[in-house]
């Protein structure tokens, strides 16, 4: 995973681990509370282009965009594999974090009942799922209206206006077990440094032990590993590499979760400069400016690790 290389930058070690693949950045992390101008996150346009641009290898040996393929959940809702991406975490999630899990079972354990909310939950996600596409539907069409004008998309973002309150209450409601889109904002650490790498680990190996068993479900694979990938690109947004996400919140005073948000929104704007295990060097921005100019190169490292990530799951 990238580390990097700026002075006096304090990089956690990454966990040794089996899989080929997370090269995204390594550190502790963090996140605040809810903000006017919404929670730091990449943005749902950013997570469903690179879910939407990959190829995926499909049972009969063709290949497909995953934009081309329409994933049939159990709860019968139709998504595409850079919606499932797109939706994880910062619209599907629970109160209890999956990377604070005690050890690695355990937060497999934690990623699927995390995935259940979207994949199995019947009472209220299907329903739901269209509202919140409907209010996404204007974010991935200024996204791609600046990518068409070759204009840098985070200067469209400026003209959103209230979705944070939109997607607040159309998730208004839910049951007492399952948090809606600003309590899942108040405890998102799983979306920084470390704690992504380990959410994404977790769930990148349900995905292959799906997929490698002998009546696994190449499809369910698929679906559980676009979620997962939504941690892996988050590991490539400047400002969920070093703020210390789980370490700046606080129960009832929020002055340390804003701090949070300040550290996160000056790197994500300013960027690092980071580097990697196979030895690419390169200045990672953030959240809103990843198909911006600047961030090209990040761009294209970090649609390859989602590609490799899909690869391994149908090589498995």
């Known amino acids: 995973m990238p580390e990097i290389e700026q002075e006096n930058a304090t990089v956690v070690p990454e966990e040794s681990s089996d899989l080929s693949f997370f090269d995204g950045p390594t550190t502790v992390v963090r996140f605040p509370p809810f903000d006017p101008k919404g929670p730091p996150r990449f943005e749902y346009a950013e997570h469903r282009y690179l879910g939407d641009y990959i190829s995926l290898q499909m049972d009969d040996g063709s290949k497909k965009l995953g934009s081309d393929v329409l994933f049939t959940l159990k709860n019968k809702s139709l998504l595409r594999y850079g919606e499932i991406n797109a939706f994880a975490g910062d619209f599907y999630g629970s109160y209890y974090p ?8 355990y937060q497999c354990t934690r990623f699927s009942n995390v995935f259940w909310y979207l994949n199995e939950n019947e009472s209220r996600t299907p329903g739901e799922l269209p509202v919140l596409k409907d209010l996404m539907k204007e974010e991935v069409d200024l996204f791609n209206e600046a990518i068409r004008n070759h204009e840098d998309p985070s200067v469209a973002y400026s003209k959103l206006k209230d979705m944070t309150k939109k997607l607040i209450n159309a998730t208004i409601g839910r049951p007492l077990t399952q948090p ?3 309590g899942l904002a108040a405890i998102n650490w799983d979306h920084f440094g470390e704690h992504a790498h380990i959410v994404y680990t977790a769930g990148h190996t349900l995905a292959l032990r799906e997929a490698s068993k002998p009546d696994g479900n190449l499809n369910v694979a698929y679906t559980i590993n676009a979620f997962a990938n939504h941690f892996l690109e988050d590991s490539f947004s400047a400002g969920h590499v070093r703020t210390p996400r789980k370490q700046l ?7 340390a979760d804003y701090c949070a948000k300040y550290m996160h929104d000056e790197e994500s704007a300013i960027g690092l400069a980071v580097t990697n295990k196979r030895g690419d060097k390169w200045h990672m921005y953030g959240d809103k400016k990843l198909k911006d100019d600047v961030d090209d190169q990040n761009a294209k490292l970090c649609l390859e690790a989602v590609q490799t990530s899909a690869d391994e799951v149908y090589a498995a």
């Open 98 to 105: 999956i990377s604070d899990g005690t050890n690695f079972e």
């Open 180 to 182: 809606g889109y600003l």
């Open 249 to 255: 919140h606080g129960t009832f005073d929020k002055s």
